[in-house]
């Protein structure tokens, strides 16, 4: 005998609630023990529901097979599909997509990834909040994931097992949990930082980043920021990035970003070892600093003129590191403490 089940499923929150079942029986060379009862049923379908930092794509799991096949079904059904050797069904799986409040979410893509099968998919929720995975390969280990477009936490449920044609998994989706976050932008000498220009991005929100100056004190406040963690960069001077921070709601204390940024200036010459000027030659100046579990990188790039003289200006008290690379030479590093050491070079690059 075989047990075909028609399962309606709700997830919300940490749970998976399971609103209705009603089983047929049907002929079929495999049946379930009698002692097994609806219970086997509920788990054949259900699944774990997990918040992850990152949205699980289909072609980008964990520690998947290297070649993933993936089957874009939006707006269409897929026909056929390669089966395995042990012929496996293929299945629909159907649900719908609502907020917290019942409201439908249009347009939203959910994935399904199965590590067994090797095989991924991925649907658009229609404008009624329906999806729907015509003939997919039936597996007991799809990973379900929804990276929503609008103010709402990412998605993922692991295990989801889909053995046979199933309708009425309802996923409802969780709004982000924000906050006003205050900080001010020091340098290494405790010296705020005005008008200072960077971009807060949430590790935790797909695409969510803003750009922000700090006033006359150096300190900023932006309202409605995504709780958990943040990453602060800046590109234009140098390539500054500051990770670490972990945002949580309530947080009394200004959050607190030191960069390399101050009055001083690493300046020279680039020489051949004829006594040549070399133009061109690449000049990067590295810095690092770290603070509990807060760590900031800059890094500066600045190429010689035709004198082979550089250039780097505001530059922030510490230690540094200088490479020199030229095309055809040897290269050239060295350690420096801006404000201790000179920083003033003639540096002479041997021929390769």
Excluded: C
């Amino acid at each position: 005998m075989r047990l075909t089940a028609y399962i309606a499923i709700t997830v919300l929150g940490a749970a998976v609630v399971v609103h209705a079942v009603k089983s047929v029986y049907m002929p079929s060379e495999q049946s379930f023990a009698d002692s097994t009862g609806e219970q086997d049923l509920v788990n054949a379908v259900s699944g774990t529901l997990e918040n992850h930092s990152d949205t699980v794509q289909p072609d980008q799991v964990e520690n998947a097979a290297p070649q993933v096949s993936v089957k874009d079904l939006s707006g269409s059904r897929a026909t056929a599909h390669e089966l395995s050797d042990d012929e496996v069904d293929v299945v629909t799986f159907r649900g719908n997509i609502q907020t917290e409040y019942g409201a439908i979410s249009v347009g939203e893509t959910v994935n399904l990834y199965s590590r067994k099968r090797n095989q991924g998919y991925s649907v658009t929720s229609d404008s009624t909040g329906s999806f729907s995975f015509e003939q997919i390969l039936a597996a007991e280990d799809y990973r379900l994931s929804v990276a929503p477009k609008g103010m709402f936490e990412r998605l993922t449920i692991d295990s989801v097992s889909i053995l046979e044609s199933t309708s009425g998994f309802t996923i409802f989706l969780k709004p982000l949990a924000l906050s006003t976050l205050t900080g001010v932008v020091k340098n290494q000498d405790g010296v705020g930082i005005a008008d200072y220009q960077f971009t807060l991005k949430s590790l935790n929100k797909a695409k969510w980043r803003l750009s922000i100056e700090t006033d006359d004190l150096g300190e900023f406040r932006v309202e409605n920021v995504p709780l958990g963690r943040l990453e602060f960069t800046k590109t234009y001077g140098q390539a500054l990035l500051i990770t670490g921070h972990d945002f949580q709601e309530n947080q009394a204390e200004k959050l607190e970003l030191i960069v390399d940024e101050g009055s001083f200036q690493v300046s020279g010459f680039i020489y051949d070892q004829y006594n040549n000027p070399v133009s061109g030659a690449t000049v990067v100046l590295d810095w690092e600093h770290t603070s509990n579990a807060a760590r900031s990188t800059a890094i500066r790039q600045v190429t010689t003129d035709p004198s082979g003289r550089f250039l780097i200006e505001n530059i922030g008290r510490g230690a540094h590191s200088l490479l020199v690379t030229a095309l055809e030479h040897q290269s050239f590093r060295t350690d420096l403490i801006v404000g201790v050491d000179s920083t003033d070079f003639t540096i002479v690059l041997p021929a390769i």
